[in-house]
């Protein structure tokens, strides 16, 4: 299988169901800086303590614009649940058909989904991507990389900067 996408691909849209039964689509939040993070399995310990620290940093995210999207191969039932118990406070996407973990290259050899996080600006580049992470250091990190990278402000200004500025 080939390696996590890279910064600076067009992050692929996508269309799935979340924990209420409806529909998310990448599409829905142009314009917004998105956290896509893909998780192996609900209520279990590495999944649930990722999942409560972007709880606990939401009102971060939220403050610079940023969304935050959760995607495991589980179904929309079971987000239901991890959600309710938790009090998770962001989307949960259900792929059981296991199509955007693909198209992300976030499925792993035993059909669950590897823990793969990607920051993808307003404008729908990726801007940066994490693979094998440690779940409670790691929505810090994330945090910064959407406000370095993935706000509106930094894709404004690496854009008026232009391509010589690097």
């Known amino acids: 299988?080939?390696?996590?996408?890279?910064?600076?691909?067009?992050?692929?849209?996508?269309?799935?169901?979340?924990?209420?039964?409806?529909?998310?689509?990448?599409?829905?939040?142009a314009g917004r800086p998105v956290v896509?993070?893909?998780?192996?399995?609900?209520?279990?310990?590495g999944c649930t303590m990722e999942a409560c620290a972007f709880r606990d940093e939401q009102e971060k995210f939220q403050g610079?614009?940023?969304?935050?999207?959760?995607?495991?191969?589980?179904?929309?039932?079971?987000?239901?649940?991890?959600?309710s118990k938790y009090h998770l406070n962001f989307p949960l996407i259900a792929d059981p058909s296991k199509e955007i973990c693909r198209t992300y290259h976030a499925l792993g050899l035993m059909g669950m989904a590897k823990r793969v996080t990607y920051v993808i600006?307003?404008?729908?580049?990726?801007?940066?991507?994490?693979?094998?992470?440690?779940?409670?250091?790691?929505?810090?990190?994330?945090?910064?990389?959407v406000r370095e990278k993935g706000s509106n402000d930094a894709v404004q200004a690496s854009s008026a900067a232009g391509p010589d500025s690097a």
């Open 36 to 45: 896509l993070y893909f998780y192996p399995a609900d209520d279990t310990t």
């Open 121 to 145: 600006g307003p404008d729908g580049m990726i801007v940066d991507a994490f693979k094998s992470i440690n779940p409670k250091p790691h929505v810090a990190r994330v945090l910064q990389a």
């Open 64 to 83: 610079i614009g940023a969304v935050v999207l959760g995607v495991s191969v589980q179904d929309a039932a079971s987000h239901t649940r991890f959600r």
């Open 1 to 29: 299988m080939a390696d996590i996408l890279s910064p600076g691909t067009r992050a692929p849209d996508f269309s799935g169901v979340d924990q209420d039964g409806k529909t998310v689509r990448l599409a829905d939040y």
